[in-house]
């Protein structure tokens, strides 16, 4: 595995975990809410890093795969409401500026995809 492929598997796996530990999300009709909000988001971004890291010198590929991930999470958004809808849509417009298939911003853009995973897991506080 190349090192930037690590960095993004490990960044995927980093991401992955810490969605999936997140507990605390008021009521319980609102932590379901939130819980599947995270873990379709959470698909999303592992879905958008697996498909990068496969084609990671391939600008067209990773233009693809992030304007797929961006529509995915606005029609995910658009399920939700207030703070959650928010932080769904900043992740959406994250993926929006990967789909010009910026091969040198796709480390950065995968260390970002924590922050918006912080986002999300916020909105359900």
Do not use: H
Request: glycine share 8%; net charge neutral.
């Amino acid at each position: 595995m190349t090192p930037p492929r690590r960095r993004l598997a490990v960044a995927a796996a980093t991401l992955t975990l810490a969605v999936l530990t997140t507990t605390g999300c008021g009521a319980l009709g609102q932590a379901v809410d939130c819980n599947t909000a995270a873990n379709e988001a959470t698909k999303i971004m592992t879905d958008w890093s697996s498909e990068v890291t496969k084609n990671a010198t391939d600008t067209k590929a990773v233009g693809e795969a992030s304007k797929t991930a961006a529509d995915k999470t606005k029609e995910l958004a658009g399920k939700y409401d207030g703070d959650v809808a928010a932080a769904l849509n900043d992740l959406a417009a994250g993926f929006q500026t990967m789909e010009k298939g910026d091969l040198n911003g796709v480390t950065e853009f995968t260390g970002k995809m924590n922050g918006f995973a912080q986002k999300i897991t916020a909105a359900c506080s």
